[in-house]
C-alpha cells in the first residue's frame, strides 16, 4: 500500500455524472432541470403539490434508462474491486450509475431515485415505474403511499454514523464533483482532516470548502479520476514487491 495509505473515503457529487448526461443541481442558471431545488426537493413542496414533485423524480427516474456509466465510475469500480483496505464510496447522488459500473462498498446518504418509501408502512422498496400514477405498495398494497426514496432538505441523510466511522479511521479523503454547498458532506474534509487523513478534491472548478483540502485537481471527472486510480493503484503494487 502506499506509504500510510490504508483506508479511504471517497465522496462524489452530481459532478461525477455530469460527462453521463444527468444534469448537475446548480446548473448555470442556478436551476435543477429548470427548478428550483426548493420546488422539488423539500418536504414542504411535496405537501404543497405533490403531483409536481412526483412528476419531476419520475422523469429523472426515466433519464437513467438513457445514460451509462463514465469512465470515472468505472475507475472507482475498479479502485473498490483491487484495494486491499478499507473503502467507502459515500454518494449524494441518487442515480445509480457507481453501481452500475461495478461499486459494492457505496452508499446513497442521499437515497436512491430506484427505490419507494411508502407513507403507509414505512417500508423501503426497489422501484422502477410512474410514482405519479400512485401505485400500490409491494409491501403493505395501499395505493397513492409511495414517496421518492429521496432525502430532502430538512430531512436527515441516511447511514450518517457509519460514514462518520469511516471518516474517523480514513487515511485518505478524496471528493469528487460536488460544489461543497450542502451539509453534512461539505464538512466530510473537516471531520477528516481532523481525524488525520490526506485530502484530495477533484473538480471542475473549486468548491466552497476548496481550501480546507491539501490538494485540488481542477478537471472533468472522467479524465482526472482514472489517472488518480491508476497512480494510487500502481503505488501500491510498487510498495510491496
Ligand atoms: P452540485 O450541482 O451542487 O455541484 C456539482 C459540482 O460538480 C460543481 O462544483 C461543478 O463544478 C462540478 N462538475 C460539473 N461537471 C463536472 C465534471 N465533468 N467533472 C467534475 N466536476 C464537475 O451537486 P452536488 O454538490 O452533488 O441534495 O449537490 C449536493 C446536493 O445538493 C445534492 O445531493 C442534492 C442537491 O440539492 C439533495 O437533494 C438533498
Same mark, same amino acid.
Given at each position: 500500500?502506499?506509504?500510510?495509505?490504508?483506508?479511504?473515503?471517497?465522496?462524489?457529487?452530481?459532478? =461525477?455524472?455530469?460527462?453521463?448526461?444527468?444534469?448537475?443541481?446548480?446548473?448555470?442558471?442556478?436551476? !435543477?432541470?429548470?427548478?428550483?431545488?426548493?420546488?422539488?426537493?423539500?418536504?414542504? $413542496?411535496?405537501?404543497?403539490?405533490?403531483?409536481? #414533485?412526483? $412528476?419531476?423524480?419520475?422523469?429523472?427516474?426515466?433519464? /437513467?434508462?438513457?445514460?451509462?456509466?463514465?469512465? $470515472?465510475?468505472?475507475?472507482?469500480?475498479?479502485?473498490?474491486?483491487? !484495494?486491499?483496505?478499507?473503502?467507502?464510496?459515500? *454518494?449524494?447522488?441518487?442515480?445509480?450509475?457507481?453501481?452500475?459500473?461495478?461499486?459494492?462498498? /457505496?452508499?446513497?446518504?442521499?437515497?436512491?431515485?430506484?427505490?419507494?418509501?411508502?407513507?403507509?408502512?414505512?417500508?423501503?422498496?426497489?422501484?422502477?415505474?410512474?410514482?405519479?400514477?400512485?401505485?400500490?405498495?409491494?409491501?403493505?398494497?395501499?395505493?397513492?403511499?409511495?414517496?421518492?426514496?429521496?432525502? !430532502?432538505?430538512?430531512?436527515?441523510?441516511?447511514?450518517?454514523?457509519? =460514514?462518520?466511522?469511516?471518516?474517523?479511521?480514513?487515511?485518505?479523503? #478524496?471528493?469528487?464533483?460536488?460544489?461543497?454547498?450542502?451539509?453534512?458532506? $461539505?464538512?466530510?474534509?473537516? *471531520?477528516?482532516?481532523?481525524?488525520?487523513?490526506?485530502?484530495?478534491?477533484?473538480?471542475?472548478?473549486?468548491?466552497?470548502?476548496?481550501?480546507?483540502?491539501?490538494?485540488?485537481?481542477?478537471?472533468?471527472?472522467?479524465?482526472?479520476?482514472?489517472?488518480?486510480?491508476?497512480?494510487?493503484?500502481?503505488?501500491?503494487?510498487?510498495?510491496?514487491?
Amino acid at each position: 500500500m502506499p506509504r500510510d495509505i490504508s483506508n479511504i473515503v471517497i465522496l462524489t457529487g452530481a459532478g =461525477i455524472s455530469a460527462e453521463s448526461g444527468v444534469a448537475t443541481f446548480r446548473g448555470p442558471d442556478g436551476l !435543477w432541470e429548470g427548478h428550483r431545488v426548493e420546488d422539488v426537493a423539500t418536504p414542504e $413542496a411535496f405537501a404543497h403539490d405533490p403531483d409536481l #414533485v412526483q $412528476a419531476f423524480y419520475d422523469a429523472r427516474r426515466a433519464k /437513467l434508462k438513457t445514460v451509462e456509466p463514465n469512465a $470515472a465510475h468505472r475507475a472507482l469500480a475498479k479502485l473498490d474491486a483491487q !484495494w486491499p483496505g478499507e473503502l467507502l464510496l459515500v *454518494t449524494q447522488n441518487v442515480d445509480d450509475l457507481h453501481e452500475r459500473a461495478g461499486s459494492e462498498r /457505496l452508499l446513497h446518504m442521499h437515497g436512491e431515485l430506484g427505490s419507494a418509501w411508502c407513507l403507509g408502512c414505512d417500508a423501503r422498496s426497489p422501484f422502477d415505474g410512474l410514482m405519479a400514477e400512485g401505485p400500490a405498495c409491494p409491501v403493505c398494497r395501499q395505493p397513492g403511499q409511495l414517496r421518492p426514496d429521496i432525502v !430532502w432538505f430538512g430531512e436527515m441523510p441516511y447511514e450518517m454514523e457509519r =460514514i462518520e466511522r469511516a471518516l474517523a479511521r480514513c487515511d485518505l479523503f #478524496v471528493s469528487i464533483g460536488t460544489s461543497g454547498a450542502v451539509y453534512p458532506a $461539505a464538512g466530510f474534509v473537516q *471531520t477528516a482532516r481532523y481525524h488525520g487523513a490526506r485530502t484530495l478534491e477533484m473538480n471542475l472548478n473549486p468548491s466552497e470548502g476548496s481550501f480546507h483540502f491539501h490538494e485540488s485537481r481542477m478537471g472533468r471527472a472522467g479524465e482526472l479520476v482514472p489517472g488518480w486510480v491508476e497512480d494510487l493503484l500502481r503505488e501500491n503494487a510498487d510498495e510491496r514487491t
